[in-house]
T-cell receptor
Framework: EAQVTQNPRYLITVTGKKLTVTCSQN?????MSWYRQDPGLGLRQIYY???????DKGDVPEGYKVSRKEKRNFPLILESPSPNQTSLYFC???????????????FGPGTRLLVL | AQKITQTQPGMFVQEKEAVTLDCTYD???????LFWYKQPSSGEMIFLIY??????QNATEGRYSLNFQKARKSANLVISASQLGDSAMYFC???????????FGRGTSLIVHP
């Protein structure tokens, strides 16, 4: 089954404790991205990756890091989480980037993060 | 200025009726893509429909259609024959020609009642 998986689905942590949210897709997609969703703000892109070892900042990259060492995986790293990073996070992938024709993004199930 | 505007925070519709969710966008690019996503209460984001700026016909996917009015810069989602399972948040999004960063609207909450 074609899917995007994220782990963990729910996470409660404390300020400053490094954490990683994993994202994996099994569709051989080149383009992957991370979003955060906050009430009343819709989704905002954090980082995206056009292929292995190619990443770039989205609209709200501050406080986050990413890496793309393998095509299927795109982890999101919070080196020192703060309460303002409490949010719902989505990973997404597509065959091509937004400028391509195969640009439908498939989203993971989301990760609810609470930073105390 | 917001690039994507969804003016309806909430909508109610009776089961089996059609409903239109509004979306207007702002761009100076000639090439762009417009998307609609559904987010049920369980939280996942589900792709519904896509319209490219050069597509001459309105996109349709089953009960979903996109009423694309380029001159008005609107891309309204029409759901025909609403079902109880259509109750969800709906997001409109746009990708501009030179960008890898899509912009999402703030969403419209749709409630379908029997």
């Amino acid at each position: 089954e074609a899917q995007v998986t994220q782990n963990p689905r729910y996470l409660i942590t404390v300020t400053g404790k490094k954490l990683t949210v994993t994202c994996s897709q099994n569709m051989n997609h080149e383009y992957m991205s991370w979003y955060r969703q906050d009430p009343g703000l819709g989704l905002r892109q954090i980082y995206y990756s056009m292929n292995v070892e190619v990443t770039d900042k989205g609209d709200v990259p501050e406080g986050y890091k990413v890496s793309r060492k393998e095509k299927r995986n795109f982890p999101l790293i919070l080196e020192s989480p703060s309460p303002n990073q409490t949010s719902l996070y989505f990973c997404a992938s597509s065959l091509e980037g937004p400028r391509g024709t195969q640009e439908t993004q498939y989203f993971g199930p989301g990760t609810r993060l609470l930073v105390l | 200025a917001q690039k994507i505007t969804q003016t309806q925070p909430g909508m109610f519709v009776q089961e089996k009726e059609a409903v239109t969710l509004d979306c207007t966008y702002d761009t100076s690019d000639q090439s762009y893509g417009l998307f609609w996503y559904k987010q049920p209460s369980s939280g996942e984001m589900i792709f519904l429909i896509y319209q490219g700026s050069y597509d001459e016909q309105n996109a349709t996917e089953g009960r979903y259609s996109l009423n694309f009015q380029k001159a008005r810069k609107s891309a309204n989602l029409v759901i025909s024959a609403s079902q109880l399972g259509d109750s969800a948040m709906y997001f409109c999004a746009m990708r501009e020609g030179g960008s890898y960063i899509p912009t999402f609207g703030r969403g419209t909450s749709l409630i379908v009642h029997p």
